[in-house]
């Protein structure tokens, strides 16, 4: 018995290290699985946020995109009224007798024109550059009789307005 004794107990040692190495082996591979598991549902969940965050940037950059737009719009309607805000105020100024402040005026109403891009309003550039040109190119005079001045003034705010209007009232 005891020469049996020792055997018994080395395989019984043996038995118990395999056990404890099988039993490790298995913990290392349940824990890596494990861990892979959560890593790829992590990684997936990020990916999803990932692509939720770009299609809200997207949709967030057209917006800013449609923005500017409206704003470059915006800004050229602003230029023709303040060129017909000057034509306005050159014929009050006319009535007023103040020459030089009614010439001062002109000059503001054709560099706003200058300013005003045809292509974004639908407008004719041809006929944009030929107001701004007269515009340009009108002087107030000392007279006695205004009206003449006053209704070339006139005129040309009327010029404008046919051209300014919103195409769709056009």
Do not use: C
């Amino acid at each position: 018995m005891n020469t049996s004794d020792p055997k018994t107990h080395q395989r019984t040692v043996a038995a118990s290290t395999r056990n404890i190495l099988i039993a490790a082996v298995v913990s290392v591979v349940l824990l890596l699985s494990g861990y892979l598991w959560g890593h790829l549902q992590t990684r997936s969940q990020l990916s999803a946020q990932q692509m939720d965050h770009e299609q809200r940037i997207g949709a967030v950059q057209e917006q800013l995109e449609g923005a500017q737009a409206d704003l470059t719009v915006a800004g050229n309607r602003n230029q023709l009224l303040m060129a017909r805000i000057a034509l306005h105020q050159t014929a009050a100024d006319l009535d007023a007798r103040n020459f030089g402040t009614a010439n001062t005026r002109l000059q503001e109403a054709a560099t706003a024109l200058g300013k005003v891009d045809a292509a974004l309003g639908g407008i004719d550039a041809d006929k944009l550059a030929t107001l701004r040109a007269a515009i340009a190119t009108t002087s107030i005079t000392v007279a006695a009789d205004l009206q003449a001045q006053r209704n070339q003034v006139l005129d040309l705010a009327a010029q404008l307005d046919a051209l300014a209007r919103d195409p769709a009232t056009r």
